[in-house]
């Protein structure tokens, strides 16, 4: 079964760090893109980050640039999310899905982990 | 950067009518766009592709139209479980990815 399961997400006071994990299976892992998507509480869906396959190719979304960090690690069937300096705003359910192949759209999806930053 | 628009912002429906929900686009990306479903507290789920392709396992019910800058999901008869928030998103060059702010279906 493909599958995406996601961990790591925690309460964390602002300007607190957390790693969230994302562990695929099911699919040759090694071949996908990534994303990390979120959505904060009454608000819409909201793309973070993405990593290419090799690792090679990175964005961020600019609410998010120079304190977040994505990267995978294709043994362990892996993608990762280093969120540092965290602020109220970024509280939300954060979802790592997987971009369908030579396309653009995401055709799976965990089913998120919870990060709240607050004091 | 691309902007998408979708309306209505909540649309309020009777099982087994007919829903239509938009996605307008501020420039053309041609027929990449896609539609989510999403219910609370759980991850998106994939209906639509290529602006009008089915994904795998969605039903019939669901049907998507449009190119240019112009999009529509159908719903064609209301079903239960299909009362939820959907999501229309693109991907150019940059910001890479582009989320509608969803459109909410909800039981009338």
């Known amino acids: 079964e493909v599958q995406l399961v996601e961990s790591g997400g925690a309460l964390v006071q602002p300007g607190g760090s957390l790693r969230l994990s994302c562990v695929a299976s099911?699919?040759?892992?090694?071949?996908?893109?990534m994303n990390w998507v979120r959505r904060a509480p009454g608000k819409g869906l909201e793309w973070v980050s993405y990593?290419?396959?090799?690792?090679?190719?990175?964005f961020y979304a600019d609410s998010v640039k120079g304190r977040f960090t994505i990267s995978r690690d294709n043994v362990k069937n892996s993608v990762y999310l280093q969120m540092n300096s965290l602020r109220a705003e970024d509280t939300g359910l954060y979802f790592c899905?997987?971009?369908?192949?030579?396309?653009?759209?995401?055709?799976?999806w965990g089913k998120g982990t919870t990060v709240t930053a607050s004091s | 950067e691309t902007v998408l628009t979708q309306s209505p912002a909540t649309l309020s429906l009777s099982l087994g009518e007919r829903a239509t929900l938009s996605c307008r686009a501020s420039?053309?990306?041609?027929?990449?766009l896609a539609w989510y479903q999403q219910k609370p507290g759980q991850a998106p789920r994939l209906l639509i592709y290529?602006?009008?392709t089915r994904a795998t396992g969605i039903p019939a019910r669901f049907s998507g139209s449009g190119s240019g800058t112009d999009f529509t999901l159908t719903i064609s008869s209301l079903e239960p479980e299909d009362f939820a928030v959907y999501y229309c998103?693109?991907?150019?060059?940059?910001?890479?990815?582009?989320f509608g702010q969803g459109t909410k279906l909800e039981i009338k």
């Open positions: 420039q053309s990306i041609n027929f990449y």
């Open positions: 899905a997987r971009v369908a192949l030579l396309k653009y759209h995401m055709d799976v």
């Open positions: 998103q693109h991907r150019r060059n940059w910001p890479l990815y582009t």
């Open positions: 990593i290419s396959s090799s690792g090679s190719s990175i």
């Open positions: 290529d602006a009008s």
């Open positions: 099911g699919f040759t892992f090694s071949s996908y893109e």
